[in-house]
Structure formats: structure tokens, C-alpha cells
């Protein structure tokens, strides 16, 4: 049975709101909720299992001369391909200033021009120069610095790492606390009681063999919410960077698509450019067709690489530190030779719905940054918008706990740092390795019927076998994709079908699933394979 780490007399006078994961929405959260007492559950020592850290475009913003919300609104609907919430995009790009108005007080060091004014980069569907960077590819890891420091200086906020979410405890239809447990394979479940829960665990990269996101970014908490029921919004549209390095490290490095944006171009291995034959906008087109261009070229046996000498040469270093560290760590040298590059999964559209305050479908459940679903993404998320939607949406998180719950006693807490920091990552066992090859073969940039259901069978053949809490609520995520995917029989945004390769007006819509459902897609899947004789 999980036991309360911190039984409640030894918490009187505390408030209870914790926040499952260390990332940016995580962070910026706790901040904006100082100094009511916080306390952040973290699977990765601070700053090391978030995907925001790596990130490297920057915020996108409406802050550059000539741009406007409203473009900002026409560009993130124009990616979504179709199903963007568009009150909510709007309500997203029209704080965005504000929120870089909190960064910037945070101590985040934007990039600035000579009269002071922040510098504006370009990345692929925006039709204005609008991401705000630091250091050209540093805007993650630079964030995450400021608001870490910004953190260990606020003694509301308790952070405690090396817990990996398991459930969400709840009584009737309200929660009461969050089941984690210790990286580690003796680990034993433990409570944290809660009387607000906001969930900031990331996204599902992890579940795929090929991805740019850390080892912590496995679905966690997006299971966690379905088992207890959370309504869960657009689980098929899975996000494939185009050019993440391809040297066979895991995860994978990033090139990012500012690159792109500054004139690198792809080639394949015979020299030749082959996007401007693709698609209008050529290397500038939305990631999923760039993605799917280069997908197909390596199916067909063939190189991609991203070739930065002539538009960027022997500059690289210093507007690109970031992804010229990854290239030398990899004996690369971009200012001579042209980068390989492979698509790898990157973001999750999908994911827990929320509302426009964060409010999941669970009384006493908030969600945000990836793991949520708020409908500003749609099919296909717009360059920088993710970094923007964490901290919109966790803001506006805050603002809701500070409403609902009573005032804080404003007790600090008498143990505050992350004294139980523990790294996460386990290496991949043979389930794990079986879950992520499948998801890239059958549930990746290219889907089809026949496909998906072998993956949903075998992810119901291994959860047959599978007794780990954290492989069942990886198994649960990788159904929850694959079980939406099959269902939808049109090709839209992050989502391809190579069976139904046109969109379909009937489809022009946002989907909800439940695990229920999942599951007996999966059973049936699983059950007509047994029928035929084949193993999954
Ligand atoms: C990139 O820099 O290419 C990634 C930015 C993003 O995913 O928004």
C-alpha cells in the first residue's frame, strides 16, 4: 500500500499544492504561485529531466516591428492544419508579451539589438520574424537557469527529485494526493497528499526509439490522468522534428529549424536539394512535411543532410553554440561538412484536455506545458509556440489555484532543496526497447491500418506480461496513440496516413479517448491477430 511520506500533523499549516515535474510550465508555475507553499516532484534532478532545458528556438511572441496578434493567431491556426481552438491561440499569443515581460524580470537574458530592443528570429510557417532567443540557440537552457535560480531563492517552493509519478489518489471525484516512487528498482510506492495537483510531467518522446526529448518525457503523467478517468484530447498527433542529428545517439540531438530559417538547406546523399520540389515553401514548410520528405528519402535507402555552409559557413559556432556543441561532440565540423539528419519524435499535440484556466476534466487536477492538451496546437504545432503555451497556461494555472483555494498560512518549508536529487533514467529492457521500435515503425511519421493495429497488439500482449507500474503507464500512453490513430482515417497535420493520405472535412475536429476505449481497440487488435495465427 503507498504510505503518506509526510504524515498530515507534520504538514499543519502548509498548503497543499504540488506539481508533478521540473520543467518550465513546472517552475513557472511555483513561482507565479509564491509564496503559497509549493512543492515540486521532480523525476530527474532540476533542470536535467526537462525538455524545455534542450530547447532551442526561443519563445514565439508578437513583440517584432510589423507583427501583430492577430498574425501570430493566423499562422499557430495555419500549422494546426485545420483543428487550432482559435479563442484559445488567441488568448495565448495576446499574453505573450506579458509573459515575456515575467521572463525577463526572472533574469532571462533575451537576446537585444544595439537600441535595446529584443531580437526577432525566424523559424518555418511564421510568416513574421517572432522568436525571442537567447544566444541565438541557448533560449532553453537559458530559461531554465533563470527560473531554477529564481526557484532556489523562493522558500515557498520545496523542490524534492528523483520521484517518478505513478497515480493520481483521489477520493470520489476529488483528489487527495499523488502515488510516486523513487527511481530504483526496490523502490516502494509513497503519498503525497494534495489538495491541488498540477500535472507539468512533459511528453511522450520517450516512447518512441528515435526522439529529441529526455529520458523522463515517457507519458508519465498523461497515464496517470487517464487511469483516473481524465478526459484526454488528441493522442494521434505526435510531432516529428525534421532534423534531429542522426549519429545514433539516444535521444537524439537537435539541429534546430532556425537554421532553416537563416537558409540552410537539405540534401540528399547525392548532393541534390530536394524540398523546393515538395512543397512551396521548400525547407520552410510545415515540419510535417519536411519531415515526411526526409522519412521517405531514408526508407528508400538514401542519406538527408543539413547543409548550413553556405547560408551561415564560418559563423556557426557563435550564432548556433548550441548545436555546434552536439555537432563537435559528434566529430562533426558544420562550418565544413553537412549535417546527417533524421526526423525524431519531438512534441505531443495531444494530451490531457484542459480548459483555458488549465483545469483537466478532474476536480483538483491541473495540466500543463505538453502534457496538457489545451487546443492552441491542433494537428501540428507552430516553431516556439510550445515554450509560450507553458508559460501561458501555467500562469493562468496559478491565478486559478490563488482564486479557488483559501489563502496560504505561508509556512516556508523547513526542508527546501532537492537534497533527494536522483537521476530517473533506467536503461531500456526489453519491453521498453519492443514499446519504442514499435512506436517509430507503425505509430511514426507514416501510419496504417494494418501497421497500427499490429502495434496496438503487440502493446496488449506486452501489458499481458507487464508488472511495472511505469512500463503499464507507458503501455497505456502508447495505446492511448496508437488506438486514436487508427481511428482516424484521414492524414492531418503530425498525423499521416498513408492508407487515407488526404484530410477529410468529416474529420475537421479535435478527438477524445479514454483508456476504455484504448484498451478494447487494443484487445480486439490483439485478439483477430491471434485469430489469424500471427504473433504481434
Ligand atoms: C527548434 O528549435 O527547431 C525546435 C523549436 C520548437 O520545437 O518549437
Known amino acids: 500500500m503507498p504510505r503518506d511520506l509526510f504524515p498530515p500533523q507534520s504538514r499543519a499549516g502548509i498548503d497543499d499544492v504540488v506539481i508533478l515535474g521540473g520543467g518550465l510550465a513546472g517552475l513557472f508555475c511555483a513561482l507565479k504561485l509564491a509564496p503559497r507553499p509549493v512543492t515540486i516532484l521532480a523525476a530527474a534532478p532540476i533542470g536535467e529531466g526537462a525538455s524545455s532545458a534542450w530547447a532551442q528556438g526561443g519563445v514565439a511572441a508578437a513583440v517584432g516591428e510589423g507583427d501583430s496578434i492577430d498574425r501570430h493567431v493566423a499562422d499557430t491556426v495555419a500549422a494546426g492544419a485545420g483543428i487550432v481552438d482559435?479563442?484559445?491561440?488567441?488568448?495565448?499569443?495576446?499574453?505573450?508579451?506579458?509573459?515575456?515581460?515575467?521572463?525577463?524580470?526572472?533574469?532571462?537574458?533575451?537576446?537585444?539589438?544595439?537600441?535595446?530592443?529584443?531580437?526577432?528570429?525566424?523559424?518555418?510557417?511564421?510568416?513574421?520574424?517572432?522568436?525571442?532567443?537567447?544566444?541565438?540557440?541557448?533560449?532553453?537552457?537559458?530559461?531554465?537557469a533563470a527560473l531554477i535560480a529564481a526557484v532556489r531563492k523562493t522558500p515557498s517552493i520545496r523542490i524534492l527529485s528523483g520521484f517518478v509519478g505513478e497515480a493520481v489518489q483521489a477520493d470520489g471525484p476529488s483528489v487527495t494526493g499523488?502515488?510516486?516512487?523513487?527511481?530504483?528498482?526496490?523502490?516502494?510506492?509513497?503519498?503525497?497528499?494534495?489538495?491541488?495537483?498540477?500535472?507539468?510531467?512533459?511528453?511522450?518522446?520517450?516512447?518512441?526509439?528515435?526522439?529529441?526529448?529526455?529520458?523522463?518525457?515517457?507519458?508519465?503523467?498523461?497515464?496517470?490522468?487517464?487511469?483516473?478517468?481524465?478526459?484526454?484530447?488528441?493522442?494521434?498527433?505526435?510531432?516529428?522534428?525534421?532534423?534531429?542529428?542522426?549519429?545514433?545517439?539516444?535521444?537524439?540531438?537537435?539541429?534546430?529549424?532556425?537554421?532553416?530559417?537563416?537558409?540552410?538547406?537539405?540534401?540528399?546523399?547525392?548532393?541534390?536539394?530536394?524540398?523546393?520540389?515538395?512543397?512551396?515553401?521548400?525547407?520552410?514548410?510545415?515540419?510535417?512535411?519536411?519531415?515526411?520528405?526526409?522519412?521517405?528519402?531514408?526508407?528508400?535507402?538514401?542519406?538527408?543532410?543539413?547543409d548550413c555552409r553556405k547560408a551561415i559557413g564560418a559563423a556557426f559556432p557563435e550564432r548556433f553554440p548550441n548545436v555546434a556543441a552536439r555537432c563537435r561532440e559528434a566529430g562533426i565540423d558544420p562550418v565544413a561538412d553537412p549535417i546527417p539528419v533524421a526526423p525524431a519524435a519531438h512534441y505531443h499535440m495531444g494530451g490531457v484536455l484542459v480548459d483555458a484556466n488549465g483545469r483537466t476534466t478532474l476536480d483538483g487536477v491541473w495540466a500543463c506545458g505538453e502534457v496538457a492538451s489545451t487546443g492552441a496546437h491542433g494537428a501540428n504545432r507552430l516553431a516556439s509556440n510550445s515554450l509560450l503555451e507553458a508559460v501561458v497556461f501555467s500562469a493562468r494555472i496559478a491565478e486559478d489555484i490563488h482564486g479557488l483555494l483559501p489563502s496560504p498560512v505561508n509556512a516556508p518549508w523547513p526542508e527546501r532543496n532537492d537534497a533527494r536529487a536522483r537521476a530517473a533514467a533506467e536503461p531500456d529492457s526489453r519491453a521498453v526497447s519492443l514499446l519504442r521500435q514499435t512506436m517509430s515503425t507503425h505509430v511514426g511519421v507514416e501510419r496504417n491500418a494494418s501497421g497500427l493495429r499490429h502495434a496496438l497488439a503487440t502493446f496488449a500482449d506486452l501489458e499481458a506480461k507487464a508488472r511495472q507500474p511505469r512500463l503499464l503507464n507507458m503501455l497505456a500512453v502508447?495505446?492511448?496513440?496508437?488506438?486514436?490513430?487508427?481511428?482516424?482515417?484521414?492524414?492531418?497535420?503530425?498525423?499521416?496516413?498513408?492508407?487515407?493520405?488526404?484530410?477529410?472535412?468529416?474529420?475537421?475536429?479535435?478527438?477524445?479517448?479514454?483508456?476504455?476505449?484504448?484498451?478494447?481497440?487494443?484487445?480486439?487488435?490483439?485478439?483477430?491477430?491471434?485469430?489469424?495465427?500471427?504473433?504481434?
Request: glycine share 8%; net charge positive.
Open 478 to 536: 502508447a495505446k492511448l496513440v496508437a488506438a486514436a490513430a487508427l481511428l482516424r482515417t484521414e492524414s492531418r497535420g503530425g498525423h499521416y496516413r498513408s492508407d487515407f493520405p488526404a484530410p477529410d472535412p468529416a474529420w475537421q475536429h479535435r478527438t477524445f479517448i479514454s483508456l476504455a476505449q484504448a484498451d478494447a481497440i487494443a484487445e480486439g487488435a490483439r485478439a483477430s491477430m491471434h485469430d489469424l495465427g500471427m504473433e504481434a
Open 86 to 144: 482559435r479563442k484559445i491561440a488567441t488568448l495565448m499569443a495576446s499574453e505573450a508579451a506579458a509573459r515575456i515581460e515575467d521572463l525577463l524580470a526572472y533574469g532571462v537574458p533575451f537576446d537585444r539589438d544595439a537600441a535595446g530592443h529584443l531580437v526577432v528570429g525566424r523559424e518555418a510557417a511564421h510568416s513574421e520574424r517572432r522568436i525571442v532567443r537567447v544566444h541565438g540557440d541557448m533560449a532553453g537552457a537559458a530559461i531554465m
Open 178 to 306: 499523488v502515488v510516486v516512487r523513487r527511481a530504483g528498482p526496490r523502490s516502494r510506492p509513497v503519498v503525497f497528499p494534495a489538495r491541488a495537483l498540477v500535472l507539468a510531467t512533459g511528453g511522450i518522446g520517450r516512447l518512441y526509439a528515435v526522439t529529441t526529448n529526455p529520458a523522463p518525457a515517457e507519458g508519465g503523467g498523461l497515464a496517470m490522468a487517464a487511469r483516473a478517468g481524465a478526459k484526454l484530447a488528441d493522442t494521434e498527433f505526435v510531432q516529428f522534428h525534421p532534423t534531429a542529428i542522426a549519429v545514433g545517439k539516444d535521444p537524439a540531438p537537435l539541429a534546430t529549424e532556425a537554421l532553416r530559417g537563416e537558409g540552410a538547406i537539405l540534401v540528399d546523399d547525392t548532393g541534390a536539394r530536394f524540398m523546393p520540389a515538395e512543397h512551396p515553401d521548400a525547407e520552410l514548410a510545415p515540419r510535417d512535411v519536411v519531415a515526411r520528405a526526409i522519412h521517405r528519402r531514408l526508407v528508400a535507402g538514401h542519406k538527408v543532410f543539413l
